[in-house]
């Protein structure tokens, strides 16, 4: 039989519609601004579905010996300190409700840890965190909703201060040193402008329990929209069955 085009492209449409399955959010903000803890209440609050974290700092590229041997001269806040072209990659792949092999990024010695992925399952829910999860325009379209952590800049710097020295191997002054030549002017440059791609905007963190509830129901209803859409997709492939 004959379909008519704007017939085929409707259900073409009402196909892809039906079959788009994984809620995915970006969650980002400047360095040590709670993205982590507001992303572990969000996954705490969805206990009852398969929600994944996924680190942009997993796709931070290696340095080689020679950069090693100068990492305090090297810039971790621009773009091109990530592999982006694998973060879409991996983002894809989960999107697609695929299994993917996550790198694992050591900041004690700037280095991937070759040979050594974790294992990512196909989730209902893929949350993308990192200061620059915004800046890049393919990773952006790849998000239902964007979050932006917004926190003072003298309380990240104090987070900032005590992570790096108690987890990270780094010394007060070269952390500071660090803050003053690349992460501010990264800030301002890279992640301050991409605030404005944000849907919601948290002020304090992980504190803001109101605005986490309210980010949770509106997930929460994406993901009971999916669910009726199985339904409906499964009947139109039970019924396309039936006739064939
Ligand atoms: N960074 C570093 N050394 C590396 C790689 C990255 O010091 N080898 C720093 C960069 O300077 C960048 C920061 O790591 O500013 C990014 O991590 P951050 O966002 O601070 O970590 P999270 O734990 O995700 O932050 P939050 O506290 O908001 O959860």
Redesign the pocket.
């Known amino acids: 039989p004959h379909w008519p085009v704007a017939e085929c492209a409707l259900l073409l449409k009402l196909w892809l519609v039906l079959t788009v399955r994984v809620v995915s959010l970006g969650v980002s903000?400047?360095?040590?601004?709670?993205?982590?803890?507001v992303c572990d209440m969000i996954i705490q609050q969805l206990h009852d579905h398969r929600v994944v974290l996924v680190?942009q700092?997993s796709f931070?590229r290696g340095l080689t010996a020679e950069e090693s041997a100068s990492?305090q001269d090297y810039n971790?806040?621009h773009p091109d300190?990530f592999d982006t072209e694998q973060l879409l990659e991996c983002m894809g792949q989960l999107k697609r409700a695929l299994p993917v092999n996550v790198p694992i990024?050591d900041?004690k010695n700037?280095r991937r840890c070759s040979e050594r992925f974790r294992k990512v399952n196909a989730s209902d829910v893929i949350i993308l965190?990192?200061?620059l999860v915004f800046h890049d325009q393919r990773v952006r379209n790849l998000m239902d909703m964007k979050i932006f952590?917004d926190t003072d800049a003298d309380i990240r710097l104090a987070?900032?201060i005590r992570?790096?020295t108690v987890e990270?191997g780094?010394d007060v002054s070269s952390v500071l040193d660090?803050y003053g030549r690349?992460?501010k002017p990264?800030f301002d440059d890279f992640v301050l402008p991409s605030k404005k791609y944000a849907d919601v905007i948290i002020p304090r963190?992980g504190d803001n329990h109101v605005a986490i509830d309210l980010i949770v129901q509106h997930i929460r209803t994406k993901l009971g929209m999916h669910d009726l859409c199985k339904v409906f997709r499964n009947v139109f492939v039970v019924q396309s069955t039936f006739q064939i």
Do not use: L, W
Not at 29 to 37: M, N, P, V
């Open positions: 903000g400047g360095t040590a601004s709670g993205k982590t803890t680190n700092d931070y990492a971790f806040d300190a990024y900041f700037h965190e990192g200061i952590v987070r900032r992570r790096d990270r780094r660090q690349f992460v990264a963190g």
